[in-house]
């Protein structure tokens, strides 16, 4: 069984957040859920959903698998675009 990193995973997701400078209660708005459930999100207690996950990519316009396949290596230097490559 292959072994996901969740704490990378989150940092990753909270780094594009910051760096778009959105309150965690403006991206819960985004996903639909309140400000106290995505701070659990945030802090690893809880898991996103695979809709809130697409709502993620297509907000900061990163493709799902590049996703993926980033966010395990290095999760602050996920880019946010695919055109900033």
């Given at each position: 069984m292959c072994?996901?990193?969740?704490?990378?995973?989150?940092?990753s997701i909270k780094s594009l957040r910051k760096r778009m400078k959105l309150?965690?209660?403006?991206?819960?708005?985004?996903?639909?859920?309140s400000q106290s459930q995505?701070?659990?999100y945030e802090k690893?207690?809880?898991?996103f959903s695979v809709k809130q996950f697409l709502t993620?990519?297509?907000?900061?316009?990163?493709?799902?698998?590049?996703?993926?396949?980033?966010w395990q290596r290095e999760p602050k230097k996920l880019q946010l675009?695919?055109?900033d490559e």
């Amino acid at each position: 069984m292959c072994q996901v990193n969740y704490n990378n995973f989150t940092e990753s997701i909270k780094s594009l957040r910051k760096r778009m400078k959105l309150q965690q209660v403006e991206f819960a708005n985004i996903l639909g859920i309140s400000q106290s459930q995505y701070s659990k999100y945030e802090k690893g207690a809880g898991e996103f959903s695979v809709k809130q996950f697409l709502t993620i990519c297509y907000f900061f316009d990163i493709h799902p698998a590049r996703f993926f396949l980033e966010w395990q290596r290095e999760p602050k230097k996920l880019q946010l675009h695919e055109s900033d490559e």
